[in-house]
């Protein structure tokens, strides 16, 4: 399982936006000292989670503008800091996308064919919630306007769940709006996104983080252990209908029983991380999606419901409509 620091940014943009952290990390569920334990880092389901708890304690009115209007270079991470060396959008984005995976868990598609299209691709089954998506979409024009000098707008921006009220991104976007698409994307056109930086005191940058950068991309593949590339199998595999051992040995290029020895020396099994990640999985759909019980079920392995309800009941104690109801709570709650 991938996990990612909150880093000394994450504080500063809540302090901006008039957010207490230790109050948003008790609403998502999270420890108040978190964030001063020595490597301290979450899982993705506890980083949307403080995105949602974030929504649902702001007052104003759209916390995904609020937060890009406050975007600024100190609250960058490396990854992202780094593409300020860049020449251009098109070359920023292009670099971001390989190592923002260090920090944040969406995979960034870039295209240049007729203009810049940045996408988000979920890790499935854990898509970050709207107010998370419609921000990273708006950071890209605030980074944009941050490199270049000019107050560049996008050409257009789809989200999968626009808000009933856009008036804040409309001014945010000088008149552009959010449509509504299968596909979490923001678009520049051909000329912006060739807009030269003028960002040129960061100009020698890449030549110096590129190669940390590359070292702990390396490091994160390398030091994942066989339960954690088990476990990213399966969320993948298991919606597929390719869930068995033998499965996610063949994708991971060994074989099931040398699979099972490897797991086993880590004091765990198949069957457990198997179980684990249905859990997390189910945990997930029921929180963030309106899927049947029947079709979660599908997609965690179970060929019929009666097997799901048992499992969750055994996991969780409670039934699905009874998670549903319970973990969907808190953000409708926060709600105005």
């Known amino acids: 399982m991938s996990a990612y620091s909150l880093t000394a940014g994450w504080h500063r943009v809540l302090a901006a936006l008039g957010l207490d952290p230790a109050a948003v990390l008790r609403r998502a569920g999270l420890p108040a000292d978190l964030p001063e334990r020595p490597q301290a880092r979450i899982g993705a389901e506890e980083f949307f989670a403080l995105w949602e708890a974030a929504d649902a304690l702001y007052t104003g009115p759209d916390l995904a503008v609020a937060a890009a209007s ?61 107010v998370l998506e419609r921000f990273e979409l708006l950071f890209w024009v605030a980074f944009a306007r941050l490199a270049t000098g000019v107050r560049v707008g996008p050409a257009r921006i789809t989200v999968s769940s626009p808000p009933a009220d856009q008036s804040a991104v409309a001014d945010f976007l000088d008149g552009v709006h959010l449509t509504r698409g299968q596909r979490a994307e923001v678009v520049f056109s051909p000329y912006d996104m060739h807009r030269p930086f003028v960002t040129g005191v960061h100009a020698g940058m890449w030549e ?129």
């Open 70 to 130: 406050a975007v600024s270079a100190e609250h960058f991470d490396v990854p992202v800091f780094a593409g300020l060396a860049s020449r251009d959008l098109a070359q920023a984005a292009a670099r971001v996308a390989v190592y923002k995976r260090l920090v944040y868990p969406v995979t960034l598609d870039v295209r240049t064919d007729g203009g810049l299209s940045v996408a988000l691709r979920p890790r499935d089954p854990f898509t970050p919630p709207a």
């Open 208 to 336: 110096h983080v590129e190669p940390e950068l590359r070292r702990r991309l390396r490091d994160q593949e390398e030091s994942a252990s066989w339960a954690e590339r088990t476990h990213t199998a399966l969320l993948t595999s298991l919606p597929a209908g390719r869930g068995t051992l033998a499965d996610v040995a063949a994708g991971l290029a060994t074989s099931p029983r040398t699979l099972q020895r490897r797991l086993g020396t880590e004091g765990t099994s198949f069957q457990k991380v198997l179980a684990q990640t249905r859990e997390r999985m189910a945990r997930a759909y029921l929180r963030r999606s309106t899927l049947s019980y029947t079709e979660i079920a599908f997609l965690i392995g179970y060929e019929e419901l009666t097997s799901f309800h048992r499992a969750l009941r055994q996991w969780t104690g409670e039934t699905p409509r009874g998670l549903r109801s319970r973990v969907s709570a808190p953000a409708l709650s926060g709600r105005r």
